[in-house]
């Protein structure tokens, strides 16, 4: 039975709460049949459809989404597919308007930097920022490690980054700095991730390695860590840039140049419900699935469903969608923790993972039964099972 019979059918207290009951048993099949939830947020106005993703694409391919029932990814122009959710990761975006492999990888889109050689300097075409390429040898070999400050054995990527400005700089450039870590998840190709992996387009980043690098973004729980970007298993987490001796965790640096990073800000819509992040040009519901809009804060707690519950229910919402991992992890606040986002903007939230809509796709374990997810207790990224793990949902939709 349709949802909008059973609230038509059950009215005042007693069929409220007959009604939760029925919707909480259709959330977990009842023992059986089709799921079907209700609304994430009946706040939510409906949005018109507009699937462009401005550069936050992930990737992951037009064969690679998800069907009801199954952790078998199929073609995303599948009818079993677009019927559990019609907006998933490989269905929207450059993935899909700019699949060809010319200037890199399906949505990517890279160029060489004057007469420079790739293993000197590479431009994304996509953000505008320019990144450092690896030779296999030298002072900037793609074998070399460093601590992200304060270490006594190799340097660290201050000096580092130094030592590239001196002179005339690589490529003719001296404001090489170290990435923050929403820009270098950028070049992340999640559909490239898992055992013996290296998830960036190597054609454009030749001798590149499946490892852990940093970032300049430090972590508020702790003044000697900061996080890093696996281009092995696609995972952002904090490491020790520095101990109480001063030898903290070494890994590899690659430089970036272009525009100083962006602080995040905010626009609000005339109802409140939601909130436009001017940087990346995203929509999001302020508060998450479970909770409602009641004026000036979200009220409930938000409520933990599998990954395929919240496909479904995000079809509901039209125009809305689950963001990819890319979009999720931009909410981060690296000056926050539990949660690791701005509060005053998304009231209410509690420091629980959040999907996205990217599946684990690569070799090795966990396979595409696992789906990328944002730690909002202290802003980590990694993958948990789809089914197993029951997280929270904030949607998200493209600007006009």
């Known amino acids: ?7 038509a059918k059950y009215k005042g207290s007693h069929g409220l709460i007959a009604l939760n009951c029925i919707t909480a048993c259709l959330l977990t099949a009842c023992g059986g049949g089709k799921s079907e939830p ?41 009818s079993k597919a677009t019927a559990l959710n ?16 010319i200037d890199g990888a399906l949505g990517f889109s890279f160029s060489t930097v004057g007469s420079y050689a790739k293993t000197e300097c590479v431009k994304d075409n996509v953000t505008g920022l320019i990144w450092e390429g690896k ?19 190799a340097g660290n990527s201050s000096t580092y980054v130094t030592t590239v400005n001196t002179g005339s700089g690589l490529c003719g450039y001296t404001d090489w700095r170290l990435p923050n870590r929403f820009e270098l998840q950028g070049l992340v190709n999640y559909a490239e991730v898992g055992f013996a992996k290296i998830s960036i387009d190597t054609t454009w980043f030749p001798n590149s390695l499946g490892s852990a690098f940093w970032t300049s973004t430090g972590y508020i729980g702790n003044s000697r860590q900061a996080w890093s970007v696996n281009f092995g298993n696609g995972d952002i987490s904090k490491h020790p840039a520095s101990k109480g001796d001063g030898r903290g965790d070494l890994h590899h640096v690659r430089l970036v140049r272009g525009s100083a990073p962006v602080t995040t800000s905010f626009t609000f ?10 940087r990346t040009k995203l929509i999001w519901s302020r508060c998450s699935y ?30 809305w969608r689950l963001p990819n991992i890319k979009e999720i992890s931009s909410l981060v606040d690296g000056n926050r923790e539990n949660p690791s986002l701005d509060g005053s903007v998304f009231p209410s939230t509690v420091g629980y993972s959040y999907w996205s809509s990217t599946p684990y796709v690569g070799s090795g374990s966990p396979q595409s039964n696992f789906v990328w997810t944002v730690d909002f207790n202290v802003g980590s990224v990694g993958a948990l099972d789809r089914r197993a793990t029951p997280s929270a949902v904030r949607l998200v939709r493209s600007a006009p």
């Open 1 to 7: 039975m349709k949802l909008s019979r059973l609230r």
């Open 38 to 78: 209700e609304e994430i947020s009946r706040s939510l106005a409906p949005a018109g459809d507009n699937r462009t993703i401005a550069y936050l694409d992930t990737g992951i391919t037009a064969n690679q989404c998800y069907q009801a029932g199954s952790d078998i990814l199929i073609s995303c122009t599948d």
């Open 86 to 101: 019609d907006w998933q990761d490989g269905m929207v975006g450059r993935d899909v308007t700019s699949p060809d492999a």
């Open 135 to 153: 030779p296999t040898t030298g002072t900037r070999a793609s074998t070399s490690t460093y601590t992200n400050f304060g270490d006594n054995r």
């Open 269 to 278: 819509s005339s109802d409140g419900t939601e909130v436009t992040d001017t």
């Open 290 to 319: 479970g909770q409602t809009w009641n004026g000036s804060n979200c009220a409930g707690t938000p409520t933990k469903v599998t990954h395929e519950q919240a496909l479904a229910a995000a079809k509901l919402n039209k125009g």
